[in-house]
């Protein structure tokens, strides 16, 4: 046998032989991200079709929470995977560290200086007032007003498609994905539940939009609270569905959009939980 | 809102952007296949060092059994995860039915008669007689015979240094990564404790040996048991163990070659484990 300060074992750079990637030339498929394009392809295909109205579909980094400890969700596993649904009793926080958000809003603004990186960016003050809608599953209608010209962007009923958990354990963060289908409806009369207000600095790359929102949420005039929220959503719903649809007739260059469009989702979304400690360096 | 039957969403694959990987435009790392490296290569460094031998790092596929349940395990989970150590009461087996080892049969020689795959072959009779070592840890003495010749290949006294197991709840099988230490010992004198006849065919491609099994184990002459094993060995352990220790001068060429190897050789393992179905069909 011979040892590392040898020359037996390890040739120089130059005479390292090319590795194959596998013993079939190529990487195996990522059964992660293959389960997350066929929840969403799904979803999309479950949602209402007597309503007119958009597929949301976002990444959300926070903590899963078990209901019985309060405390961050334990599994005896070592890496990031996804739970069965209904089958642990937690719930997720969809919120951060003050110094988390701070840390990720240097890392994004940084990326935005670079020209090459193609970033855009938005600085948006919403106000959400949520009401009864009254219709099945007890979902709200949202009004969502600019604060600064006080004018309605839109009214809104959020129905609740379904939910991804993956917890992360290597990660201080887990995260989220969530499908809804959102459907403009008419203002709403009576009296509002709550409101949410939203400062939020949007950055958008390619098809999707990465909002870091700092949250004021209010039940009664005097109190509120703060939370602080980072979403990566898909920023074209037609374009989703679409792509998702050209991917049933399988083979075509058009069907590979979908899947290709999936993998950016959650390989943006891996890359801000990956980035979660807070810390002062570069991209992790 | 366009819907999937209008032109308004998706483009015509002439014109379809080039998404790009991710917001920092690569993959994140792969965090599964960071864990492997990293314990195989803590383990190497905790092999004891007062002792001739070379470092032997396998996968085998199998199933991980619930050793209350005396069942399949089974985990709140949809995606391949790595279990943390000691943190489940299950063992692992190291089978697989006949029709699946015939499956893997002949799908590696369907990839043996494709000329451009580069794949070694070889079919050896082996038994392996083994004997109480008396020495820390319970181990056993192994004498490896060639059944054809009666020549002995091999005495050695294997020492575990750890094992990581990968629930695979979407697949027909999990694997277990197992490193372990062999020393090369005299023949051992006195009365054997059971013996493994092994029918093998071992498949080389680069750095690996995908090793097909069927073993049939006997403690005494009138009882055997015949199980099926598919292991895959990182053939060179002088060349990763001289990788690993490159490794540590990171940022060289040198360097990046452990981690391809443990990249290609978590790739072979997931390949075969999604292909543990038994079925007729081509690679999957």
Not at 38 to 61: C, N, T, W, Y
């Amino acid at each position: 046998m011979s040892h590392h300060n040898s020359n037996g074992g390890l040739p120089s750079s130059s005479e390292l032989p090319a590795l194959s990637l596998s013993i079939l030339n190529v990487e195996p498929l990522d059964e992660f991200i293959r389960e997350v394009a066929d929840f969403i392809h799904h979803m999309i295909s479950q949602r209402p079709k007597d309503l007119e109205g958009s597929v949301e579909v976002e990444a959300k980094v926070g903590l899963l929470v078990d209901k019985h400890t309060g405390m961050r969700l334990q599994l005896p596993v070592l890496t990031e995977t996804i739970l069965a649904p209904n089958s642990i009793e937690c719930r997720f926080e969809s919120n951060m560290s003050a110094q988390q958000h701070k840390h990720y809003n240097k890392l994004l603004n940084r990326l935005l200086e670079e020209s090459s990186s193609k970033i855009g960016y938005g600085h948006l003050y919403l106000k959400d007032t949520f009401y009864d809608s009254g219709g099945r599953g007890g979902e709200k209608v949202r009004v969502t007003k600019d604060e600064k010209t006080n004018s309605v962007l839109a009214c809104t009923r959020k129905i609740r498609l379904g939910d991804l958990n993956i917890y992360s354990p290597k990660r201080p963060a887990d995260w989220r994905i969530s499908v809804n289908f959102e459907v403009p409806v008419p203002h709403p009369t009576g009296t509002s539940t709550h409101t949410r207000r939203k400062d939020r600095i949007s950055y958008t790359h390619e098809e999707f939009a990465i909002d870091l929102t700092q949250v004021s949420t209010s039940n009664s005039p005097s109190q509120s609270t703060l939370s602080h929220e980072l979403e990566i959503e898909i920023s074209r719903p037609e374009y989703l569905v679409d792509a998702a649809y050209a991917r049933d007739g399988s083979g075509s260059e058009e069907g590979a959009a979908y899947d290709e469009l999936i993998r950016a989702f959650v390989n943006n979304a891996r890359i801000m939980v990956r980035n979660a400690d807070g810390g002062e360096g570069a991209w992790g």
